[in-house]
């Protein structure tokens, strides 16, 4: 006999999924009726606008395809080319890393420390050391704020200042986070955002490059238009790329910052109620230090062990919720295996016992409800 449960709530829980304000369609209706459908046009400038707006401190936007897109840019703008040193946070998403190797350099992954799970200051230094005692000094330090969480900017700051390293800061996850109440996304010498699908706010498919001043805006839209020269016909000097933002995805990206306020909100309670529901349960929770705001991306969470973290994860899979383990760390992944690294452990345990848990905000109470009945059962 087979006991099924009719009344069991087995519906989708996704980790982070799409969540339109419905002013999106008014925007892509315009460049309908416009017909602004080629690349550029007047979403493509207005969401720049917004973005700018929220940055603040001067900043410039460009919008790109991709957050991927917007790390090459910003690596070559740095300077970085072929056979050239990069380090790097290991912590993170492939994408961050991927862009060193497109320009022929090479990346030296540095680890995390366990505050705020990102880019560790002393194992920096002592990379940005080894370097330069094998007479090579790194390029550029890409640092990320892994699910919102802002790395520790001032430490960071400070070594690369000492050393004279830019700073390319991913704030792909981070849109809405602040530091010393300055927006992650101002924070580096040049940085990026994405608007992928899972991310705080989504285009579907997009990013953005943020830079000091117009003349860097104006090269950097040069090389994502194919570096065309300035001529009636197509005449190229420098090799470009295709990377520009189009005007109908950017009309998704006006419609979505007039909800990211709200957003970031939603996030920052899912993460409580999880916190404040899960306080017996034996997880360990990542915790803002003093002057950090995270958007809270994604709630993320340190079990007890590989056996704890793959009981929840597989609980919830089994009631058809998604959860995910935190970022193999870069230094693991085979694609990077001759790669140098510097590592303190914190990455791979982090990797071994963490967890993210489903952070969609257009989840319900009872959704969440649902969840933290089963993380405490596993
Ligand atoms: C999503 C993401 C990217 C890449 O952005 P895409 O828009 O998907 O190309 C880069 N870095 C981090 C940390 C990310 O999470």
């Not at 498919?205 to 117009?214: F, L, M, Q, R």
């Not at 929770?285 to 950090?292: D, G, H, I, R, V």
């Not at 929840?312 to 089994?318: G, P, Q, T, V």
């Amino acid at each position: 006999m087979i006991a099924i449960k009719e009344t069991e709530n087995k519906e989708k829980i996704w980790l982070s999924s799409p969540h339109m304000s419905g002013s999106e369609i008014r925007f892509i209706n315009d460049a309908f009726d416009n017909n602004w459908i080629a690349p550029l046009g007047p979403n493509v400038t207005g969401f720049e606008n917004d973005l700018e707006n929220y940055l603040g401190f001067d900043k410039q936007v460009a919008a790109l395809s991709s957050g991927t897109g917007a790390i090459h840019l910003g690596l070559k703008k740095l300077g970085v080319s072929n056979d050239d040193l990069v380090i790097c946070q290991s912590l993170t998403f492939v994408a961050t890393a991927n862009p060193i190797l497109y320009l022929g350099a090479n990346p030296m992954f540095v680890d995390s420390e366990r505050d705020t799970w990102n880019l560790c200051p002393i194992k920096l230094e002592e990379a940005i050391k080894s370097c330069i005692s094998q007479g090579k000094k790194p390029k550029a330090i890409v640092a990320v704020h892994l699910y919102g969480m802002p790395y520790k900017v001032n430490e960071i700051n400070k070594i690369a200042a000492e050393y004279n390293i830019p700073i390319l800061e991913d704030s792909a996850e981070a849109l809405g986070s602040k530091y010393l109440d300055q927006n992650c996304g101002t924070l580096g010498d040049i940085s990026i955002l994405s608007f992928n699908g899972n991310k705080i706010i989504t285009t579907s498919g997009g990013g953005a490059i943020i830079c000091n001043s117009k003349e860097d805006k104006q090269e950097l839209i040069h090389w994502a238009t194919q570096s065309r020269d300035q001529a009636p016909h197509y005449q190229h000097s420098e090799l470009g790329f295709n990377y520009r933002m189009s005007n109908i995805v950017a009309g998704i990206g006006r419609g979505q910052m007039t909800v990211l306020d709200e957003r970031i909100k939603q996030k920052r309670k899912i993460y409580n109620f999880y916190k404040l529901e899960l306080s017996n349960s034996n997880l360990e929770f990542l915790n803002e230090p003093k002057f950090y705001f995270s958007n809270r991306w994604l709630t993320c969470v340190l079990t007890e062990s590989y056996e704890h973290r793959e009981a929840i994860r597989l609980a919830l899979l089994e009631e058809n919720i998604e959860s995910r383990p935190i970022w193999k760390p870069m230094h693991q992944q085979p694609l990077f295996k001759n790669c140098q690294s510097f590592e303190n452990g914190v990455a791979d345990d982090l990797f071994k016992r963490g967890i993210c848990l489903p952070s969609d905000t257009n989840m319900t109470s009872n959704d969440l409800e649902r969840i933290v009945k089963i993380i405490k059962n596993a």
